[in-house]
């Protein structure tokens, strides 16, 4: 019986050793695991903050404005290729980065002024700062990285195309002192000339860099063909600032539609969302049905129109800027396909 509970004993110790349960060894496996944990616990926090900083980044950006930069340059791209028969794409590329950047930048100083003045608060659209999802230090950084990059890009179009450099310089340290003072140095939007910049910079400007880079001089046709966009990238800024009149007013900024009032805001947001189809219909009806692809549009437009009458301001700027893709690559296609010679000065 002694033997018998010896020999079982034994292998009971035989079997705990080849298991590997014993005193010794257990603690060590358990550490390894512990830290191979803790270092995975880590990386996935680093990469979620990554993640989330990159996504504040992106949100402080505003891309749903970035239609406004966009349409313009494929436009002016569009002419000119009704005139020379040919785009190169790598100037087009080039030019779109170099407007994109620059109206990101723009609304990043946008963003810090804003916020600075105490204009931004809770209930704002844009709450970057306010929410203290980036700080005003990083917003300051990213802004210059970004006019940094524009500034690249134009030395890029430099070597790329055929204007002269004081015609390229001219156009594009326009556009980028424009996306600045906007809201930064003098603080155009503040004194009611906001819309006269927006108005400027993203229409005629923006269509005659793009137009201007890829034929190599300056034309007066860009600044034409411009209009219809113009007014319609006109009604995202207004419809942003009838928005935030109230808390506009409290901060002591005045806009054209503080000076103008509810009513005629809405007259003005109508003009700006309605006048582009009737010249649309004008170049339908005269010259090439091509140009009627930008009244498939039109739809859009009623429910924004009733929306602003019963003053439901809050997602109105984003919705216009969604017409405002749609309607001008609709146009952009018009134009290219176009019957050659039947637009004006085309």
């Not at 808390?247 to 000076?259: E, N, R, W, Y």
């Not at 700027?317 to 018009?334: D, E, I, R």
């Amino acid at each position: 019986m002694a033997a018998g509970q010896k020999k079982m004993s034994a292998e009971t110790c035989v079997l705990a050793g080849a298991n590997g349960l014993n005193g010794a060894k257990a603690p060590g496996g358990s550490s390894v695991e512990r830290n191979h944990s803790s270092t995975v616990s880590r990386v996935a926090k680093m990469a979620l903050h990554l993640q989330d900083k990159c996504a504040a980044y992106v949100l402080a950006l505003r891309p749903w404005s970035f239609s406004a930069s966009l349409t313009p340059v494929a436009l002016g791209s569009a002419l000119a290729y009704k005139l020379e028969g040919s785009v190169d794409f790598v100037i087009l590329l080039v030019c779109a980065v170099a407007v994109l950047v620059v109206h990101g930048a723009g609304n990043l100083v946008n963003t810090y002024y804003d916020f600075s003045k105490g204009i931004d608060h809770k209930k704002s659209d844009d709450r970057t700062l306010v929410d203290q999802i980036l700080e005003p230090q990083d917003v300051v950084m990213f802004g210059a990285l970004l006019y940094s990059v524009g500034c690249l890009c134009a030395t890029l179009l430099y070597f790329l195309s055929t204007l002269r450099l004081e015609h390229l310089a001219l156009i594009y340290f326009g556009g980028l002192s424009s996306s600045f003072l906007y809201t930064g140095g003098i603080g155009l939007k503040y004194v009611a000339l906001g819309d006269v910049v927006i108005l400027i910079t993203f229409g005629p400007l923006a269509v005659m860099f793009a137009h201007a880079v890829q034929v190599g001089y300056l034309s007066v046709l860009p600044l034409v063909y411009a209009v219809p966009l113009a007014l319609n990238t006109e009604a995202i800024l207004h419809s942003n600032n009838t928005r935030d009149m109230d808390s506009d007013k409290q901060a002591g900024i005045v806009t054209l539609a503080i000076l103008v009032g509810p009513t005629l805001s809405y007259v003005i947001y109508n003009l700006l969302l309605f006048v582009p189809y009737v010249l649309f219909c004008i170049l339908a009806t005269r010259y090439t049905i091509s140009m009627a692809l930008p009244l498939l549009t039109l739809p859009m437009a009623f429910p924004l129109e009733r929306q602003f009458r019963s003053q439901c301001y809050m997602r109105i700027p984003h919705k216009t800027a969604k017409l405002n893709l749609l309607m001008g690559l609709f146009y952009v296609f018009g134009i290219i396909l176009a019957p050659q010679g039947s637009l004006p000065l085309l």
